[in-house]
């Protein structure tokens, strides 16, 4: 294979483009190409950046390991989305807070639901903290 272009994903790892033998072009992440040259086949596992730098694909930097182990790096280092670092949340942390107060001082979902709009699901995982738990 032969180098062509390099490149940054959207999520910020860096890829190649490679060219294949049949001709045509196939991307591939560079923190996955030194995994396999330093560290041997995947084998169903997943490349892990121990230091939670997705620019440093330096070999001693690489692990692999499960999507499990890979989550709990991420919680670690502080980069996994929860919360209002979620690009899809709808509410912040001071708004969970100030739900959570409003429940236990007797407010129902109903009112909850019209006050932050959200669903009757969302205020039921955020009463029983089976999300937003970081807070």
Known sequence: RRLLRPGISGRGYRNAQLMKRSGGFRHRYVHRLVARAFLGPARGRIVRHLDGNVD?????????????????????HGTLAVGS????????????????????????????????????????????RKTWTHI
């Open 56 to 76: 440093n694909n330096c070999a001693s930097n690489l692990a692999y390991g499960t999507q499990r182990n890979n989550m709990e790096d991420a919680r670690r």
């Open 85 to 128: 670092r979620n690009p899809m949340a709808v509410l912040d942390d001071r708004r969970v807070v100030e739900m959570r107060m409003m429940l236990r001082a007797g407010s129902t979902y109903s009112q909850m639901m019209a006050e932050f709009g959200v669903s009757r699901m969302t205020v039921h995982r955020i009463a029983k």
